[in-house]
């Protein structure tokens, strides 16, 4: 059965996912739809990038990801086409991607709009859907694309013996999650003491490996599934006790 994930800012409230999935299943009642989540803020491609950069890899070579955030915002949005890394990628080109992925994604094509409906995308992802699993080409899927939309994601900032980082998602146990990722870490920190500060509060000065390191209520910092640093108060909701929100800073001093 081929694998489709779905990640949007549709919600579960309205028909919108239906469509899509009514959509797909027309091309093949075989097909195995995976929701990811639906749940994206609306508009928010940085959260969006964040989802689908950490759960790709998990899925079988082969899966097909379509993704829609931030389609119809601003002006419309051509919908394109890659693979990469065995896995094919269907979504806006409004710089998710971009952010996605560290590298340059490259042999991209441009599908076509043949309904220039309001949600023309159903069937344009039908259609992509139905060319992938029929096993043509990829370069015949639609026109090569020159170049994309890019965006360009907060990065960590080393001086002065200290790294800069900042906030970038905050999950539903309100965990503040970091840019900082475990690599980069170990190659700034190298074994050192540290001291992570934020908000004014006294800092964290060691990695937890698990939220039941400290008691209940107090806080601590750990890396996450993603292998990014995060921090977090156990069985409590660290932004809302703290006030951290997206893009706060939050620095980390070496002895």
Excluded: W
Excluded at 213 to 225: A, K, M, Q
Aim: charged share 25%; glycine share 6%; aromatic share 10%.
């Amino acid at each position: 059965m081929q694998i489709i994930t779905l990640i949007t800012d549709f919600g579960l409230k309205d028909h919108y996912v239906g469509l899509i999935k009514g959509g797909l299943l027309s091309q093949s009642s075989s097909l195995n739809i995976v929701d990811i989540t639906h749940n994206i803020k609306n508009f928010d491609i940085v959260h969006a990038a964040f989802v689908l950069k950490n759960t790709y890899l998990e899925f079988p070579k082969g899966t097909i990801h379509i993704i829609n955030v931030k389609t119809f915002h601003e002006k419309p949005s051509d919908f394109i086409c890659f693979e990469r890394n065995e896995h094919f990628f269907i979504g806006p080109d409004n710089g998710i991607f971009s952010l996605a992925f560290e590298d340059e994604v490259k042999n991209i094509f441009i599908l076509e709009n043949k309904t220039l409906g309001v949600f023309g995308m159903k069937q344009i992802f039908a259609d992509a859907v139905k060319h992938i699993i029929s096993e043509k080409p990829i370069h015949e899927i639609g026109l090569p694309a020159k170049e994309i939309e890019r965006r360009i994601s907060l990065q960590p900032v080393m001086s002065n013996g200290q790294l800069r980082g900042s906030v970038i998602h905050i999950d539903n146990y309100g965990n503040a999650i970091l840019n900082i990722d475990r690599l980069l870490f170990n190659q700034i920190c190298g074994g050192r003491k540290f001291a992570l500060y934020f908000k004014r509060n006294e800092p964290i000065t060691k990695i937890s490996k698990k939220y039941s390191d400290v008691p209940v209520g107090e806080l601590l910092c750990l890396f996450n599934s993603a292998n990014h640093l995060e921090i977090a108060l156990n069985m409590d909701r660290v932004t809302e006790k703290y006030g951290l929100k997206m893009d706060d800073s939050i620095v980390i001093k070496l002895d």
